[in-house]
């Protein structure tokens, strides 16, 4: 069964940084792709960005520049850190993979 789990969520202050993780299990993990995408309060879920399974990297024009997945196959993780976080960063970021999804992570960037 894959399960995905998603932590390191905390509130920030903007222009902080914060890096949140995704832990697989469930799946050969080192074939897979990983997707993150957040859901902002009161907004549609979004795409965030993507790791393949040989460590390509695409984001959204949004986070681009300013956020960066990464994936440890050793630990079935993956990470997506971020820097110079805005107000508007703010969001529930899920991690997905082959139509699953974890339960999210809350980052709340503000004063």
């Known amino acids: 069964q894959v399960q995905l789990v998603e932590s390191g969520g905390t509130w920030v202050r903007p222009g902080g940084s914060l890096r949140v993780s995704c832990a697989a299990t469930?799946?050969?993990?080192?074939?897979?792709?990983m997707a993150w995408y957040r859901q902002p309060p009161g907004k549609e879920r979004e795409y965030v960005g993507l790791i393949n399974d040989i460590g390509r990297t695409h984001y959204a024009d949004s986070v681009k520049g300013r956020f960066t997945i990464a994936r440890d196959n050793d630990k079935n993780s993956v990470s997506l850190q971020m820097n110079s976080l805005k107000s508007e960063d703010t969001a529930v970021y899920y991690c997905?993979?082959?139509?699953?999804w974890g339960t999210g992570t809350l980052v709340t960037v503000s004063y």
């Open positions: 469930g799946v050969n993990f080192s074939d897979e792709g």
């Open positions: 997905t993979s082959r139509g699953h």
